[in-house]
């Protein structure tokens, strides 16, 4: 890392810190308002409504949208049954403010970062009348996040049991491959969308797992674009020649080896791409949410199995029984590694 990335880091953590300990004091005065509600927060993000449903699924005032018949697979119907609000989410989608009114949800939850923050949704949701949480989030500070809810939201002993498991994936992460030399992570990208051409960049938050787990995104773009879903054309993906393909979409991963233009990827030749598991919710990306905490260990025992042996199926398991209290059977979980 150059003295340039270091300065950069550096600042972001050092921002990062004020900005997570200042919203622990706005958020603070919630949690003893709390005690023992049931169904009374609105998630203003999809990443932010997942959080919520994991740490107390009775907190969940709705959905953002329609849940998707795979998530419905894995969430009890009691909760599928939940109204659909709306959200802040890609391609500049927002709430309805009537919507949300008719709700008569008085409190408002969001994770903060780099995109969600510059979107207003604080205003907007005071404006309504709501009190709002603000959390700060991005990926390796995930324990710090589970905390900070378990502390607001009045479940301590909850938010400290995903905090505990966060912390130990990504410690367990860092001292396995997340120091490894550019030269030694393999260069990847990430295939969104039904086509596969849209793709997010290297500097983006969303990212972070992807090194994390000891690989590198290999698709560079301009710094004001970072948070960005971004399209290419095949082209240019053959450019940049990614070492690993991740698919997002089925539709995709049923005809890439045989499709004219994918199928002369490096890459997709030397059968070095993976469909990322979708189930609950997404592992990796859209939305980037705690799920990364089981998608980067399933990436970093792809990319590395040496160096990060894991039996995906055990720690799935695990996963599922702790985030959503499910006992996966062998079908389930043979499904979530396919699907």
Same mark, same amino acid.
């Given at each position: ?20 300990? $200042?919203?622990?004091?706005?958020? +603070? ?6 005690? *023992? ?6 998630? +203003? ?13 009775? !907190? ?10 795979? /998530?419905?697979?894995? &969430? ?9 609000? @709306? ?10 403010? /009537? ?23 604080? $205003? ?35 938010? /400290?049991?995903?905090? *505990? ?27 969104? @969308? ?15 797992? &992807? ?20 399209? %290419? ?18 539709? !995709? ?7 004219? @233009? ?31 905490? &089981? *998608? $980067? ?29 499910? /006992? ?7 499904? !979530? %590694?396919?699907?």
């Amino acid at each position: 890392m150059n003295s340039t990335r270091r300065q950069a880091v550096a600042v972001k953590r050092a921002a990062w810190a004020v900005f997570f300990w $200042a919203s622990l004091l706005v958020a +603070a005065p919630a949690a003893a308002e709390d005690r *023992g509600d049931l169904r009374t927060v609105y998630g +203003a993000t999809h990443p932010s409504t997942f959080a919520l449903y994991a740490l107390d699924p009775d !907190l969940l005032g709705g959905w953002n949208t329609l849940l998707r018949g795979y /998530e419905k697979k894995f &969430i009890p119907e009691k909760y599928q049954s939940l109204p659909v609000l @709306g959200g802040w989410y890609g391609a500049g989608y927002t709430p309805d403010r /009537e919507v949300l009114i008719s709700s008569g949800l008085r409190k408002a939850f969001y994770l903060g970062g780099q995109y969600h923050d510059r979107l207003g949704i604080a $205003a907007v949701l005071e404006e309504l009348g709501m009190e709002v949480v603000m959390i700060p989030a991005e990926f390796s500070k995930t324990p710090e996040t589970f905390r900070a809810m378990g502390q607001a939201f009045n479940r301590p002993e909850r938010g /400290e049991a995903l905090a *505990g498991y966060a912390q130990a994936v990504i410690e367990r992460l860092r001292s396995s491959v997340g120091g490894l030399a550019a030269d030694q992570r393999p260069r990847v990208f990430l295939a969104l @969308g039904v086509d596969g051409l849209t793709s997010i960049c290297r500097r983006s938050d969303r990212s972070e797992a &992807i090194y994390l787990a000891g690989g590198e995104n290999v698709y560079e773009c301009p710094d004001e674009m970072a948070e960005a879903n971004l399209q %290419l054309g095949l082209e240019e993906i053959m450019r940049l020649d990614p070492d690993v393909v991740l698919v997002y979409s089925p539709e !995709l991963a049923a005809v890439i080896e045989d499709e004219p @233009g994918w199928g002369q990827l490096r890459a997709v030749k030397a059968g070095r791409w993976r469909l990322v598991p979708r189930g609950p919710f997404s592992w990796l990306e859209r939305p980037a949410t705690y799920m990364r905490l &089981i *998608g $980067a260990q399933w990436l970093a025992n792809w990319l590395h199995p040496d160096l990060y042996p894991l039996d995906v199926k055990a720690e799935l398991r695990v996963f599922l029984k702790l985030f959503f209290g499910l /006992e996966a059977d062998d079908q389930q979980i043979d499904e !979530l %590694l396919t699907q």
